[in-house]
């Protein structure tokens, strides 16, 4: 099946810093997703993101397809965003499910 | 219903005990999708519906699970003589029919305890 790896596992910022989370992805996709979710364990959708580039407000993410990876950016950070960080993909050829990453773990300092 | 809705949000059980979670997925999505989740990892598929259909079920990890989907609505995830590896979270997420339609929802989930 297909492979989906992200990077850092870990990271630690101050209050205001920006960051750059990555996800890389072995074979072509469908979907591609980023979600957010935060210390009580929700869910929160961040990005549907097969291709091209978008932006909500401090965050913005771009996927790459061809080159199969997906890049997400958190500029002047807060503590709110601490978290943990996923990217799921849907295998091109699959099955219709989403495949997680094991995520990268933010944790924002004030 | 305005987003998708898991019941019980938590649950403790006897080791052996058979235990039922429910998943309400958003008015509409035909699609229908069941993960877990232990502390500390990331999200394992369990099983999709399309429909009233369950096209991939292998990620269930055993014989002892099961879940089945009536109505396309509602889905029932069941977990015969349940073990204390099966605590975890279990979430629910939904979306519309067919390939890139976009978004995939998820509920809050539902916090099993085996103990």
């Known amino acids: 099946g297909i492979q989906v790896e992200q990077s850092p596992p870990d990271l630690i910022l101050q209050e205001g810093a920006n960051s750059t989370l990555r996800c890389n992805f072995s074979d072509s996709v469908n979907n591609l997703q980023w979600f957010h979710q935060n210390p009580w364990g929700q869910l929160i959708n961040l990005f549907y993101i097969p291709s091209g580039t978008k932006q909500n407000g401090r965050l913005s993410a771009t996927t790459v397809a061809t080159e199969r990876y997906s890049l997400l950016y958190i500029s002047s950070s807060q503590t709110t965003d601490s978290g943990v960080y996923f990217c799921?993909?849907?295998?091109?050829?699959?099955?219709?499910?989403?495949?997680f990453g094991k995520g990268t773990k933010l944790t924002v300092n004030p | 219903g305005a987003g998708v809705s898991q019941s019980p949000s938590n649950k403790v059980t006897e080791k052996g005990k058979d235990v039922e979670l429910r998943c309400d997925p958003i008015s509409g999505h035909t699609a229908l999708y069941w993960y877990r989740q232990s502390l500390g990892q990331g999200l394992e598929f369990l099983i999709y519906f399309q429909g009233n259909s369950a096209p991939d079920k292998s990620g269930l990890p055993s014989d002892r699970f099961s879940a089945e989907r009536t109505g396309g609505s509602v889905s029932t995830l069941t977990i015969q003589r349940t073990q204390q590896e099966d605590s975890a979270v279990y979430l629910c997420?939904?979306?519309?029919?067919?390939?890139?339609?976009?978004?995939?929802?998820f509920g809050e989930g539902s916090r099993l305890t085996v103990l």
């Open positions: 799921a993909v849907e295998h091109e050829g699959g099955s219709e499910k989403l495949v």
């Open positions: 997420a939904s979306r519309g029919s067919g390939r890139n339609t976009g978004e995939l929802f």
